[in-house]
């Protein structure tokens, strides 16, 4: 698609705040208004779209598609997007280890098992961790409580949320990455640990290499987009 506008800015609207291409607000893929709750975020919307070029390119709208994805998947039912996140709490990553006594085991206890601690404290749970990939559940009460942890966070964090636990395959890992404090770096060797393992054993090569840096980019978007949602 040809570029077809010359300038994105920033408008207050009466809900939050909006991008407006040469004046107009703009919406969402779904039709609906793509209103965002800080001025922040919208700022940040309004330079990818300022960053495009003469020719369109879907790919770089990281952003804009998380918006989108909350205001026109998440808010009208927030129950299923709670639900299809609770499925990385049910089958977290960072609860399966190697056999215990294999180095590999060693190394994802080091950096994970600093992380669910955390969570656990945090959120006043337990969580079930288990030596080779046989399925095992976790508590029930466990579950619930995350689940109301899910249910505190407000649509643009659930998108984020969505992107975050997605590409660590944990929510523990996606909680985190939420937390103020957070560094994107240290919580993507966290969730790539497993990849970084076989790199390091059997040599690295450029297209892993390439792939880790495109989703360490796109986890920190996500990180990004959460704090930028905050009001």
Avoid at 45 to 64: C, N
Wanted: aromatic share 8%.
């Amino acid at each position: 698609m040809k570029r077809f506008y010359a300038y994105a800015g920033v408008i207050a609207v009466d809900d939050g705040w909006q991008v407006a291409l040469d004046g107009r607000g703009i919406k969402t893929q779904g039709g609906r208004p793509q209103i965002v709750p800080s001025q922040a975020l919208a700022h940040a919307l309004a330079d990818e779209w300022h960053g495009q070029g003469a020719d369109i390119d879907p790919a770089r709208f990281v952003l804009r598609d998380m918006a989108d994805f909350a205001i026109d998947l998440i808010a009208p039912d927030r129950d299923a997007a709670i639900t299809a996140l609770m499925r990385f709490a049910e089958s977290d990553t960072l609860c399966y280890r190697a056999e215990a006594g294999e180095a590999l085991h060693a190394r994802q206890s080091e950096l994970w098992e600093p992380l669910l601690q955390a969570a656990e404290a945090r959120y006043d749970v337990h969580l079930t961790r288990i030596d080779g990939i046989t399925h095992r559940p976790q508590p029930a009460a466990t579950l619930e409580r995350l689940r109301a942890a899910l249910s505190a966070q407000d649509a643009f964090a659930l998108s984020a949320l969505n992107t975050l636990a997605s590409l660590a395959a944990s929510l523990v890992v996606g909680l985190a990455a939420l937390e103020p404090e957070a560094e994107a770096e240290a919580l993507w060797a966290v969730a790539n640990l497993e990849e970084d393992w076989q790199a390091d054993l059997w040599g690295k090569d450029w297209e892993a290499e390439e792939r880790r840096a495109k989703r360490l980019a796109i986890f920190t978007a996500a990180m990004d987009f959460a704090r930028l949602a905050r009001r």
